[in-house]
């Protein structure tokens, strides 16, 4: 197993925790936009499948880089998608996020723009019918993955309080890491090429009764103006740059299909015949630093994308 991360500390955290594997790991310490690492990676170990993970994803911090965001999520999905077309990497799954789903934010908007990178690869493979399988998953948060609001809120509980709210109507989807893994790999295996799976992810959950149920779970009580003495408080903190106050998985449900598997929906595929053009003129504007144009040419094929 190859573990491609450009993060020096969370590469060194998997490396131990998979140092009792029975495979042998290989850890890459390099970025998704080195076209050259990528290659000669993929190229050196033989690989053969794919799970294209990398991505920055904090939303507010994507939003405030907007550029950094865009170079990393689109284009280094593209230089991976493009280096594994190339050296013939049979399985390829794209690791998609909810938020991809009519976006506010940079973050969703990119991660939009790699599901169709990987549909119009998959596309021409398709065309030359070189066997190859490239999809994409798409679901909601992690429980305990990295950037999660679990992990913020015991350290705000273990700290005493408060715990931070943007808004108590908020609500997302939340599914297990085990859960998660299991489901990407089997959609994986379900992929007929240009895929985008949905992860059913049962119903949304309130934010606010998320964080309240961790306070009952560790053994504390609330703190609000009906019981001041209580021992947390929850503060709402007010909705910030991108926010959405819910998710979706689905551009339109009633075009989803069921799969063999009764958690794994099969989304409407989308091809975009202008794609390259479009991703030229966006690496201009990334290249001239233009934030604003940028912007404007993620977005405009985001709303192109959605139309039937």
Not at 31 to 42: A, F, G, H, L, Y
Not at 221 to 247: A, L, Q
Request: net charge negative; aromatic share 6%.
């Amino acid at each position: 197993m190859v573990l491609f991360e450009a993060n020096e500390f969370a590469l060194y955290r998997i490396e131990l925790e998979l140092a009792n594997a029975e495979i042998s790991i290989v850890p890459v310490l390099a970025s998704v936009i080195d076209e050259k690492r990528v290659e000669e990676t993929i190229a050196n170990h033989d690989v053969d499948v794919v799970f294209h993970a990398a991505a920055h994803k904090h939303v507010p911090l994507v939003e405030a880089n907007a550029l950094e965001g865009i170079c990393n999520n689109v284009f280094g999905t593209k230089t991976v998608v493009d280096a594994s077309y190339r050296l013939g990497v049979r399985d390829f799954v794209l690791i998609s996020t909810d938020k991809a789903v009519r976006p506010t934010n940079v973050m969703g908007a990119t991660k939009r723009w790699a599901e169709l990178i990987v549909q119009e690869k998959a596309h021409r493979i398709a065309m030359e019918r070189t066997e190859q399988r490239f999809c994409a998953v798409r679901f909601g948060n992690v429980l305990g993955s990295n950037g999660s609001v679990v992990p913020l809120f015991k350290q705000q509980i273990a700290n005493g309080g408060p715990i931070t709210l943007t808004d108590r109507a908020m609500t997302r989807y939340f599914m297990s890491i085990k859960e998660a893994a299991e489901l990407i790999v089997q959609a994986g295996s379900l992929s007929q090429g240009g895929d985008v799976f949905l992860l059913d992810m049962g119903e949304p959950v309130l934010i606010s009764d998320l964080a309240e149920s961790m306070v009952r779970l560790a053994g504390l009580k609330i703190r609000s103006p009906e019981y001041p003495n209580g021992d947390i408080e929850i503060v709402e903190t007010g909705i910030r740059p991108g926010e959405k106050m819910y998710e979706e998985l689905f551009y339109d449900d009633s075009t989803a299909s069921r799969t063999q598997h009764p958690k794994i929906l099969r989304a409407t595929n989308t091809t975009l015949s202008f794609l390259d053009d479009a991703l030229v003129t966006l690496r201009a504007a990334v290249s001239a630093r233009d934030e604003q144009t940028a912007r404007r040419i993620l977005f405009d094929i985001v709303a192109k994308s959605e139309k039937p």
